[in-house]
C-alpha cells in the first residue's frame, strides 16, 4: 500500500500539523528566561563581536593567570625562562586590569588623516594667511576635489557654486552664496578650508567627515567656481 496524504482524513491532517507546531514550541523553550529559544540563523542579527571600550574582558576570572601562562607556554618553558613569563602576564593583568578589550587613544592623540587646523574658532579672517598646502593640477582639482565636491557639497551649494543644490530648491535650508559673487568670490583658500572644517551659519562642521587631504582638494574646486583658471592658481601658489 503506498502512502499518499491524500488518503488521510482532513481531521488527521490538522492533527498532525497542530502537533508539528506543538513539538516545534516545547523544543524552543529552555528553563532559561532570558534565552530566545530556537532562533533562525541568528548570525543575521546577533553580533557576536565585542563592542569597543565595553567591560567585557574576564579580567577577575580566577583562572586569568593560568590561561595566559599555557598560551606563553609556560609549563614547557625552561626554569630560566619561568620567571619573565609570570611578569609578562602580569604586565597583562595590569593593562587589563580595568576590564576594558579596547583601549582608549592617548589624550592628544591625533587620528591618521584628521590633522587639526593651525587656526583656532573664532576668527575667519585669521585663516587668509593660510597657503594651500597641496600642488594644484587638472587630477586634484578638476577630477578629484570635483568628485568630493559631489559628495559633501552639491546638494546644497550647486554643480556649478551658484547656491542652487538639490536641498536649497526644496527650500529645506536658506540659499548659500554663489562663489563667483561678491565677497564669497574673494575668500582665500585659507579661508574656504577654514568654513569646511568649523562650519559657518546653516553648515556644520565637516572636520570628522573629511580628511585634511580630501578637504584641499575640495578647496581647489571652490577656487575654480571662484572663477580662477588652473593656470592662474598654479602661478599664484608658487612658492617666492
Known amino acids: 500500500m503506498n502512502f499518499n496524504l491524500t488518503n488521510i482524513p482532513n481531521i488527521l491532517k490538522n492533527g498532525f500539523i497542530a502537533l508539528l507546531f ?6 524552543s523553550c529552555t528553563e532559561n528566561p532570558d534565552s ?3 532562533e533562525y540563523m541568528p548570525d543575521m542579527y546577533r ?3 565585542y563592542e569597543a571600550y565595553l567591560k567585557k574582558y574576564d579580567i577577575d576570572s580566577a583562572d586569568f593567570f593560568k590561561r595566559n601562562l599555557d598560551k606563553f607556554g609556560y609549563d614547557k618553558a625552561p626554569d630560566s625562562l619561568k620567571l ?3 611578569q609578562e602576564v602580569q604586565e597583562l593583568y595590569n593593562v587589563f586590569s580595568g576590564g576594558l ?8 592623540s591625533i587620528a591618521k588623516g584628521k590633522k587639526p587646523f593651525s587656526i583656532p574658532k573664532g576668527d575667519r579672517s585669521l585663516a587668509k594667511s ?3 598646502p597641496l600642488p594644484y593640477s587638472e587630477t586634484s582639482a578638476l577630477v578629484e576635489g570635483k568628485a568630493y565636491y559631489g559628495m559633501f557639497c552639491v546638494h546644497c551649494h550647486g554643480p556649478k557654486g551658484e547656491g542652487k543644490g538639490s536641498l536649497i530648491k526644496k527650500e529645506l535650508f536658506l540659499k548659500p552664496p554663489a562663489y563667483n559673487n561678491g565677497s ?5 583658500p585659507g579661508e574656504i578650508y577654514y568654513t569646511i572644517y568649523y562650519g559657518k551659519g546653516m553648515m556644520g562642521s565637516h572636520a570628522s567627515q573629511i580628511v585634511e587631504e580630501k578637504r584641499w582638494k575640495i578647496v ?3 577656487q575654480t567656481l571662484q572663477g580662477n583658471s588652473l593656470e592662474d592658481l598654479q602661478s599664484n601658489n608658487v612658492e617666492e
Not at 564669497?184 to 582665500?188: A, I, N, S, V
Open 220 to 222: 581647489q574646486y571652490v
Open 84 to 86: 619573565a613569563i609570570k
Open 47 to 49: 553580533a557576536t563581536g
Open 22 to 27: 506543538l513539538v516545534f514550541g516545547l523544543v
Open 101 to 108: 578589550v579596547t583601549r582608549k587613544p592617548v589624550k592628544g
Open 36 to 38: 530566545p529559544g530556537v
Open 184 to 188: 564669497t568670490k574673494e575668500l582665500t
Open 130 to 132: 593660510v597657503k594651500m
